[in-house]
C-alpha cells in the first residue's frame, strides 16, 4: 500500500523529491502517513478534499485483497 501512495503522490505534486510515506501497522490496522512540501498539500488535497477522498478510496479497495483496513493520513 505505501508503494501505491507513493506513485500517487508523485504524479500529483510539483516537488517529487519531497514526498515521504510512512506505513505503521497496529494489529489490524495499518496507517499510512503522507508528507510533502507545503506549496504542494493543494494539490494533494484538492478542492473540497476530493483528491484525498479518492486516494483513500484507491487505498481501501486495493486493501481489501489482504483483508486489512487501511488510513491514509496527510501530514
Do not use: W
Amino acid at each position: 500500500m505505501k508503494e501505491l501512495v507513493e506513485v500517487i503522490a508523485k504524479a500529483l505534486v510539483d516537488n517529487p523529491e519531497e514526498v515521504v510515506v510512512t506505513e505503521k501497522e497496529s494489529g489490524k490496522i495499518t496507517t499510512i502517513e503522507l508528507h510533502v512540501a507545503p506549496s504542494d498539500m493543494g494539490k494533494v488535497i484538492g478542492k473540497q478534499g476530493r483528491i484525498a477522498k479518492a486516494i483513500r478510496a484507491v487505498v481501501k479497495a486495493a486493501a481489501l485483497g489482504d483483508k486489512k483496513h487501511v488510513d491514509v493520513e496527510i501530514i
